[in-house]
């Protein structure tokens, strides 16, 4: 469960197509993903690639440090950052790209866009203790605050559509483990899917609990009228396309990225090591 809840942190939300009315060109996109965060997001993938081989009933330091080349490698920021630039070329809109590099350039814009960068780089447990100490005590003032959390995900379709995302990513990176021989088990998809389904309704509740306690440390600085205006702006239809967009991304890149370990994993030994 500790390893569910670490990726879905660093994973986002479901497959989707977006069909471009008039694609923005690549500065105006490179500088979008500087403005709303999203380089950065992208950056923080690896650290879910820290816990793939638990996934696999193994442990990382059983392959040395030629693990942590491995995930350095498939994680590249510059190889991210450049997978995602090819997809926006091709999806963003120059409305969508305008309304949300607008949003994120203002004055608040960029004080989330800081604080979530921030937030990015930290693992769940780093936030955990402070987190709750944080999220009850905006409960005990009457804050409106845990509702606008639950409103924000809800905007952006966080809760169910990662968990479609997650498993996707499991699936793909179990049967390309299974088929390269670095697990014995044999899996068929179907009930592979299957068995992991049945965990949805326990990881749809650790993500709600989780959710609010990881944005009361993130937006920790943030009044409520900010939080408000936020929630508001993630309303939008314009932001929800623009999440929709970056989520998809990210979990396509992470799902690739997953399966090709799983390939390459197999000739990892603990005695490769730098």
Known sequence: MMVMRKILLAMSLLFCTVMPVKSADRAQ???FMAVTGFDVALESMRLSARDAPTMLGLDADDFGLSWSRLADRMFEPEALKSDALEILDKALTEDVLAHATGFYGSDLGQKLVTAENES?????EDREVEGARLAQALAARGSPQPQYFLDMAE?????????????????????AASLAGLIDQRFDEVDLRAMLAQQDDEVRQAMTDNLIVANAFTYRDFTDREMEIYRDALAMPQMMEVYELMNAIHFTIMADRFERMALEMVNLTPTQEL
Not at 155 to 175: D, H, N, P, W
Request: aromatic share 14%.
């Open 29 to 31: 996109i490179a500088q």
């Open 120 to 124: 990015h780089g930290l693992e769940f």
């Open 155 to 175: 905007s952006i379709g966080y809760v169910g559509a990662t968990i479609k995302a997650y498993r996707e990513v499991q699936v793909r990176f179990l049967m």
